[in-house]
C-alpha cells in the first residue's frame, strides 16, 4: 500500500478476486464473515498509511487523513480514540493510578506498526480456523489422516535478521528429523535381515539446536533475558551472546562488525545481523490498543480478540512463542509416518528451461539430500531379496542346479569370485556395496551375450530364409511392373514387398524407377497443358520443354508432340530465313524449293511466304520480258551486206520494260544490260556507215574492244570486226596485234586476233601464235576468278586474285571478285565476334549477310544452329561461357541473371529456403539444448524458421567449428538487438557494423548470417522491425556474397519476399561477381547502406573497340594475304593448257600443298549442322584459321619495365593493358614474365 504500484504485469485482480470469493464460499464462509474479512485487512493496509507529526518533547498527534476515516469506520474505534491510543501509552504503576506517557512520532509509527501485525495475526489465524473447520475429520478411533508440511527450507541472505534466525531454527529442527528418519529406515532392514549396523553413522546437528533453543545460554534465552534490560539494546544482546558462547563451536564472532555474529547451520555459516532483534522479539502490544480493540463496536473483531487482555502467552517474547510452537510441530511429526518430497528450484530467474547447475548443487547440499545418500552408501545400499538376485544372475550359472534360493546365492557367489567382506547375506535378502552391483552386472552381461549370440544367429537365419522364400515370389511380378513401366502396377509390387525387411537392389531400383515415373507423369501433364499453345509465340518454353525432356530421357506421346513441334518450329524459322535471303538474292530455283518444304510445313501464312510467291510471280513476268529482249536481238541485225540495221524496236522492248516495273532476276538484269550494249553497238555502227568517218569507225573499234569480254561472239559484233579488219589493211592488224600483246590488253588482244582471223592472215602474222597462248591463259584467270565469284573458299578467292593479277590480267569480274573477299573478310571478322560475344541480334543480322553473298563457312553454320538449332536455355548457358571468356563482367552478370531466370522458373522449389543441405532440422536445432522441457524443445523446433524474441541456443548452419558457433549465438543477439527485437543501449549503427565486419571477415560465418536474418524476417510480427531487417539485408549483399552453395537459396528467398526484388538482386549479383568488399565500412558507410545506397564500384567491361580494331583500322593495315593454304579449303586447280607465266613462288607452293584435297569444308558444315552445336569455346583451331590473319602487325612491343619479383602481392593483377605507339592497338603485357599478347588473356 506503500509502494504506489497498483497494478502488475500479467495479473487479473478481478479474475483473482472472483476466484477468491468463489473459494471463501466453497469452505462455508458467508457473504458477512467475507465483509468482515476484507474490511479487516483493509484496516490493516489503511493503517500503514497513518503518519504522525511532532506536537512538543516526546509528543506527536495524528495527521488527519482519508487512511485515518477509513480505519475508524472499519475497526469502529473512535477517531479521538484511534488518535490518543496511537499517541500515548498507559503507564502501570503499583499503588497508584495509570500514568499517560505521550510517545513521539516515531514511538507512535512504531505502535501502529505493532496493532497493524496484531490485526493482521488474529485475522490470519481466524481464517486458518475456519479452512481447517471446514475440512475436518471426525475424531472416531481408527481414522487415518496425511498432513502436509510445506517449508522453503534454509534461508541465506545478504542481510539476514530475526525472521532469518526462526526459519532457519526451523530448517536445523526438520533436517534432524529427516537424518533420524532416513538413519531409522536403515537400521530397520538390517535388524530384519539381522545383520550388525554398528558402521553405519551420519552427520548430526543437535549442536546447532542446542546454541539456539537451550536455556539459559540459548540465543534465544539470551534474547529474552537482554529484553528484560531497562535500556537494552542490540548491541548488548551481541556482548551478552559473544561472552556466554565464545567457546561454542556452532557459533562464531564477526570482528568487522560488532553488531554481527555468525551461527554454522548445517546448510552453511549465516551471518545474522542483530539490528531489531530486541524489539522483534518482544513484539507485545499495549493493553491500551488491545482494550481499545476489545471495546470497538465491531462484534467480529472483539471475538478475534477475547481472552487475550489476561493472556500470559501473549506476554511472552516471539523468540519463546516460536521455540514453542516448533516443538509441538515435532512431537505432532514423531507420530506419523513421514515422507519427504525435495523441491529443487531450477534458476533465480523462474525462467523455463533454465537449469543453474550450481544453484541445484548448493540447494541439494543445504538440503540433506548427499547426507542421506552417504548413510544409505556408508552400508549396502543394493538390497535383493534371494529369490530375485538368483533369478537375475542365474544366466552366469546357465547349467548348474540351485536346491534353494540361499544356495543359489552362494553359488553365484562363490562363482563370481566376489569379496564376502563387501556383501551380507540376510534372512530374506542380500545386500552389497555399488562396484559388487557393477561386477555382478558386467558378468551377466558376458553370459548373456553369448546367450543372446546364439539367438540372434538362429533368429536371423529363420527370418533371412523365410524374407528370401517370400522374395522370390514377390521378384518376378516386380520384374514384370518395373519392365511395363506401369505406376499403378509398379506400386502394387512395391506393397506386396513392404513386409521384407530387406531392401534387394531391384526393390531400391524400383523406388527410384516410381520417383522417375511420378516425376514423369507430373511432367507430361505439364506437357499436356504446354501442347495447348501455339509454340511459335511460345518457342522458349517449348524449348526449355524439349532440354528436360532430354534430360529425362521421356519418352512418351507429349514429349513425341514436343519434339515434333519444335523440330517444325526450328524448320519453319530455318525456311524463313532462307527465304529471306533468297528473296533478297532474287534466287528462283531456291526460292521454289523452298516454298515446297514451306507448304508440307503448313506455312501458306506466313509472310515470308507470301512476299516468296509474289517474288515468283514477278519473276514470271520478267521471264517474259527477257524472253521478248532475247527474241528482239534477232531483229536488224547487220549479219550481211546491206542488211538493215534496226535500233528502234529493241529500244521500244527496253522502255516496255523499264514501265512494267517488274525486278528483273540476275539473268534478265545480264540481258538487259547485253540489250542496252547492243543498241549501242548498232547506233555506233549506223554512224559509221553513214559518215563514213575513220574517226567514227575508230570510236566503233575502241567500243568493241573495251566490251570485247560481254560482246565477244555475237555475230552482228564479229561483222563489224570483219568490217573494221578489211578497213585497216593487213599491215595495220598485224602491228595493232603485236602491240596489244606488249601491252598485256587481253580485250584488245582478241579483237585483234579476230581482225587477223577475218583477214587470213593468221600464217602470215608470226604474232598469232603467241596470242593463243596468251588467250588460253586468260581462258584460265577468267575460270579462276568465275569460280571464286561464287566460292566461300577465303583461299580460293586470294588465289584466283593472285593468278589474274601474276598475268596482268584486267577486267570487271576482277574487281567483282576482289569486293566479294573484302566483304567476306569483314563478314567473317564480324562472325569471330559474333562466336565471341554470341550477341543474337547481330548474329541474325550476320546470317544475313551471309545469306545475301551466298558464304558457307563453318563459323556461319555454327552461328546458324546456335541461334536457331539450340535451346533458350543452352544457348544463354553458352552466352554465359562467352561472357567469361571474353572478360565482359558486366555481360557475365546479364546472362547469369537471364540464366537464373530459366532455373528458378524450371526448379524454383528445390532452392526453398528450408532446402538447403547444411541447415539444421527443426529437431535437430532442438535436441542440441542440453537442458530443458520437452514442451520447451518442441515449441523451440517449431519457431526455427520463424521469428523469435529470445536468443538461440546454438548456430543454425551444421558443420560450424565451436568458436565460430558461440559467434553465431553472439551475433543473433546482435541482429534482435538492431532489428529492435531486444533491449538494447548501444547505437544501432554500431550494431550494424559489427554483423557486416563478421561477414567481411570470416566467410564460414556468412550463411550463418544470411539464415538468421532471414529467420527473424518470417512471420515478423512487427513492421518496424521487419523494415530494419530488410534494411541490414540490403548492407549485407552490398559487404560481402553468401557461400556458393547457398546463393541460389537466398536468391530464390530474396525472389520470392524481397519487397524491392530488382535492387537486391542487383545487389546480389553485384557482390557474387565481385567478391567480398574487404573494407569494413565506417559508421557514416554503414548509415549510406541502411538508407540503400552501395559502396561498390560497378565493374566497366572492355568495350567492343579495346577488343577489337574497327574496321577502318584493319582494312589501313591489312596487308596482303598469306599464300598458305588450309586443309580444309579445296585449291583452285591450274586450267588447261595454261602457258608459263610469271606465277609468285607462294602461289606455286600453295598449288603443290592442297592441289591433292578432296575435302570440302561446307559439306562436313553441312553434315554438323544437322548434330547440335558445339560450345562455342571448343571451336577446333583449323576453323578459325581458314581466315587468314589480317593484322599484319607482328608481336607486340615489349613492356620497359623490369618483371615483378616472384613474391608480388597476389591483389595485383597480373596482366595489364597498353597501347601499341605504332599501330594505335591494344595488347596486353604480364607483369611477372613479360609475355605479350594482342589478344586478351583470360
Excluded at 473483531?301 to 516471539?318: I, M, Y
Aim: proline residues 4%; hydrophobic residues 35%.
Amino acid at each position: 500500500n506503500q509502494s504506489k504500484t497498483y497494478t502488475a504485469p500479467g495479473i487479473d485482480d478481478n479474475r483473482d478476486f472472483a476466484a477468491l470469493q468463489k473459494a471463501m464460499s466453497n469452505i462455508g464462509i458467508d457473504e458477512k464473515e467475507s465483509d468482515f474479512i476484507f474490511q479487516t485487512t483493509s484496516s490493516v493496509l489503511h493503517l500503514g498509511n497513518l503518519e504522525f507529526k511532532e506536537t512538543g518533547d516526546r509528543q506527536s498527534s495524528l495527521i488527519p487523513s482519508a487512511s485515518s476515516e477509513w480505519v475508524s469506520k472499519f475497526l469502529q474505534v473512535p477517531a479521538n480514540t484511534l488518535n490518543a491510543i496511537l499517541t500515548s501509552r498507559q503507564l502501570k504503576i503499583k499503588g497508584r493510578d495509570n500514568t499517560a506517557v505521550s510517545l513521539s512520532a516515531k514511538d507512535a509509527a512504531g505502535s501502529r506498526d505493532a496493532l497493524a501485525k496484531f490485526i493482521y495475526n488474529r485475522l490470519f489465524d481466524f481464517i486458518v480456523s475456519r479452512v481447517n473447520g471446514s475440512i475436518s475429520i471426525s475424531k472416531k478411533k481408527g481414522l487415518k489422516s496425511v498432513g502436509v508440511l510445506d517449508i522453503f527450507g534454509f534461508e541465506i541472505f545478504q542481510n539476514n535478521s530475526f525472521e532469518q534466525l526462526c526459519i532457519n531454527f526451523t530448517n536445523e529442527k526438520l533436517q534432524q528429523h529427516f537424518n533420524n528418519q532416513i538413519f531409522k529406515l536403515e537400521v530397520s532392514i538390517y535388524k530384519e535381515e539381522g545383520i550388525n549396523y554398528s558402521d553405519i553413522q551420519f552427520s548430526d546437528n543437535q549442536i546447532v539446536l542446542d546454541l539456539i533453543e537451550n536455556r539459559p545460554l540459548g540465543i534465544f534465552a539470551i534474547l529474552d533475558e537482554v529484553s528484560k534490560f531497562p535500556n537494552g539494546t542490540d548491541k548488548q544482546f551481541v556482548d551478552e551472546m559473544h561472552k556466554k558462547l565464545d567457546k561454542n563451536v556452532a557459533y562464531s564472532k564477526d570482528f568487522k562488525n560488532p553488531i554481527m555474529f555468525v551461527i554454522h547451520h548445517f546448510a552453511g555459516d549465516v551471518e545474522y545481523d542483530s539490528t531489531g532483534f530486541l524489539e522483534k522479539n518482544k513484539d507485545t502490544l499495549s493493553e491500551d490498543l488491545l482494550s481499545a480493540l476489545i471495546q470497538s463496536g465491531n462484534v467480529q473483531l472483539k471475538v478475534l480478540f477475547q481472552g487475550e487482555v489476561d493472556s500470559k502467552a501473549r506476554k511472552q517474547s516471539l523468540g519463546f512463542q516460536f521455540s514453542s510452537q516448533l516443538n509441538d510441530l515435532m512431537h505432532a511429526l514423531t507420530v506419523t509416518e513421514p515422507n519427504y518430497i525435495r523441491c529443487i528450484k531450477p534458476n533465480k530467474n523462474k525462467e523455463p528451461g533454465n537449469f543453474d547447475g550450481m544453484m541445484i548443487l548448493e540447494q541439494l547440499t543445504n538440503s540433506g539430500v548427499f547426507q542421506a545418500v552417504e548413510i544409505r552408501k556408508s552400508g549396502f545400499p543394493f538390497r535383493t531379496f534371494h529369490e530375485e538376485f538368483c533369478k537375475r544372475y542365474k544366466a552366469i550359472l546357465p547349467k548348474v542346479h540351485f536346491s534353494s534360493a540361499l544356495d543359489g546365492v552362494n553359488k553365484l557367489l562363490t562363482a563370481t569370485n566376489i569379496d564376502q567382506s563387501n556383501v551380507r547375506i540376510g534372512k530374506t535378502r542380500i545386500l552389497y556395496k555399488s562396484f559388487v552391483h557393477k561386477e555382478l552386472e558386467q558378468q551377466r552381461v558376458l553370459a548373456l551375450r553369448n546367450v543372446v549370440i546364439t539367438l540372434q544367429r538362429i533368429t536371423r537365419g529363420f527370418l533371412v530364409r523365410k524374407m528370401v522364400r517370400a522374395w522370390k515370389k514377390q521378384r518376378a511380378e516386380l520384374q514384370r511392373a518395373m519392365n511395363k513401366r506401369d505406376r499403378k502396377a509398379l506400386e502394387t509390387a512395391l506393397a506386396m514387398c513392404s513386409g521384407l525387411r530387406f531392401e534387394f537392389v531391384e526393390i531400391s531400383e524400383a523406388y527410384e524407377l516410381r520417383e522417375v515415373l511420378i516425376k514423369e507423369e507430373e511432367f507430361n501433364f505439364y506437357l499436356d497443358k504446354l501442347l495447348l499453345k501455339l509454340c511459335e509465340p511460345n518457342f522458349e518454353e517449348y524449348s526449355r520443354a524439349l532440354f528436360s525432356i532430354e534430360e529425362m530421357g521421356l519418352i512418351s506421346p507429349q514429349a513425341r508432340a514436343v519434339r515434333e513441334a519444335v523440330q517444325n518450329t526450328n524448320q519453319r524459322r530455318e525456311i524463313r530465313f532462307a527465304l529471306e535471303a533468297a528473296i533478297n538474292e532474287s534466287d528462283e530455283e531456291t526460292i521454289r524449293t523452298l516454298l515446297s518444304r514451306a507448304s508440307s510445313l503448313n506455312m501458306e501464312d506466313s509472310e515470308v511466304v507470301q512476299r516468296a510467291n509474289e517474288l515468283l510471280e514477278k519473276f514470271q513476268k520478267s521471264r517474259a520480258l527477257v524472253d521478248a529482249l532475247n527474241e528482239g536481238l534477232d531483229v536488224g541485225a547487220y549479219l550481211q551486206d546491206n542488211d538493215v540495221i534496226d535500233v528502234q524496236h529493241l529500244k521500244n522492248l527496253m522502255a516496255r520494260t523499264l514501265q512494267e516495273q517488274v525486278d528483273l532476276s540476275h539473268e534478265g538484269q545480264e540481258v538487259f544490260r547485253f540489250v542496252e550494249l547492243i543498241v549501242k553497238f548498232r547506233e555506233q555502227l549506223i554512224l559509221a556507215f553513214e559518215t563514213d568517218d575513220d574517226s567514227a569507225w575508230s570510236e566503233l573499234e575502241k567500243f568493241i574492244i573495251s566490251n570485247r569480254q560481254d560482246l565477244g561472239g555475237v555475230a552482228e559484233v564479229e561483222k563489224a570486226v570483219e568490217l573494221l579488219g578489211d578497213r585497216l589493211g593487213k599491215t595495220t592488224v598485224a602491228q595493232d596485234l603485236k602491240a596489244a600483246i606488249s601491252q598485256g590488253n587481253y580485250a584488245e588482244v582478241e579483237y585483234r586476233m579476230q581482225q587477223v582471223q577475218n583477214l587470213g592472215i593468221s600464217d602470215d602474222v608470226p604474232e598469232y601464235n603467241q596470242a593463243l597462248d596468251l588467250r588460253s591463259s586468260i581462258a584460265g584467270v577468267q575460270a579462276a576468278l568465275s569460280e571464286a565469284l561464287h566460292s566461300s573458299d577465303f583461299n580460293q578467292m586470294q588465289q584466283a586474285i593472285e593468278y589474274a593479277e601474276s598475268s596482268n590480267f584486267r577486267g570487271n569480274i576482277l574487281d567483282q571478285v576482289r569486293q566479294r573477299l573484302e566483304k567476306c573478310y569483314d563478314l567473317n571478322e564480324r562472325v569471330q565476334i559474333c562466336l565471341d560475344t554470341l550477341n543474337p541480334e547481330e548474329m541474325k543480322l550476320v546470317l544475313e549477310e551471309g545469306a545475301r553473298l551466298k558464304l558457307i563457312t563453318p563459323d556461319l553454320l555454327k552461328l546458324n544452329d546456335l541461334l536457331y538449332h539450340t535451346s533458350a536455355e543452352k544457348f544463354v548457358q553458352f552466352q554465359l561461357k562467352a561472357a567469361i571468356r571474353t572478360g565482359d563482367q558486366e555481360k557475365i552478370t546479364q546472362v547469369t541473371i537471364k540464366l537464373k531466370d530459366m532455373l528458378f522458373e524450371r526448379i524454383g522449389d528445390m532452392f526453398g529456403f528450408r532446402k538447403y543441405p547444411k541447415l539444421y532440422s527443426p529437431d535437430e536445432f532442438a535436441s542440441l539444448k542440453r537442458f530443458g522441457l520437452t514442451l520447451n524443445k518442441d515449441k523451440i523446433a517449431g519457431s526455427f524458421y520463424s521469428y523469435t524474441d529470445i536468443p538461440i541456443h546454438t548456430s543454425m548452419t551444421r558443420d560450424l567449428p565451436p568458436a565460430l558457433v558461440i559467434e553465431a549465438v553472439t551475433l543473433f543477439k546482435t541482429i534482435q538487438a538492431f532489428m529492435g527485437d531486444r533491449e538494447n543501449t548501444t547505437n544501432h549503427l554500431i550494431l550494424c557494423q559489427e554483423i557486416l565486419s563478421k561477414g567481411i571477415q570470416s566467410a564460414s560465418l556468412r550463411a550463418e548470417i544470411y539464415c538468421q536474418i532471414i529467420k527473424q524476417l518470417t512471420n515478423n510480427p512487427s513492421n518496424q522491425s521487419t523494415t530494419l531487417g530488410w534494411q541490414l539485408m540490403l548492407a549485407c549483399l552490398d559487404c560481402f556474397p553468401p557461400p556458393s552453395d547457398f546463393e541460389n537459396y537466398l536468391e530464390m528467398h530474396l525472389r520470392s519476399f524481397a519487397p524491392d526484388k530488382p535492387l537486391y538482386l542487383k545487389r546480389l549479383h553485384q557482390t557474387m561477381y565481385q567478391g567480398a568488399n574487404p573494407e569494413i565500412p565506417p559508421i557514416e558507410g554503414v548509415r549510406e547502406l541502411l538508407s540503400g545506397q552501395s559502396r561498390r564500384m560497378l565493374f566497366t567491361p572492355v568495350s567492343n573497340d579495346e577488343k577489337y580494331s574497327s574496321t577502318q583500322r584493319r582494312r589501313a593495315q591489312l596487308p596482303s594475304p598469306p599464300r598458305s593454304g588450309q586443309s580444309e579449303m579445296k585449291a583452285i586447280p591450274a586450267p588447261k593448257n595454261r602457258p608459263p607465266l610469271p606465277i609468285p613462288d607462294a602461289l606455286k607452293s600453295s598449288q603443290s600443298t592442297t592441289a591433292g584435297s578432296e575435302e570440302k569444308s561446307v559439306m562436313k558444315s553441312k553434315q554438323a549442322s544437322a548434330r547440335l552445336p558445339e560450345e562455342p569455346n571448343s571451336r577446333a583451331p583449323t576453323q578459325r584459321a581458314q581466315v587468314p590473319d589480317r593484322s599484319g602487325l607482328g608481336p607486340p612491343p615489349q613492356p620497359t619495365h623490369d618483371p615483378l619479383d616472384s613474391s608480388f602481392n597476389s591483389s595485383v593483377k597480373l596482366w595489364q593493358k597498353a597501347v601499341d605507339e605504332k599501330s594505335g592497338r591494344i595488347y596486353y603485357y604480364n607483369l611477372l614474365t613479360r609475355e605479350v599478347s594482342w589478344k586478351k588473356p583470360y
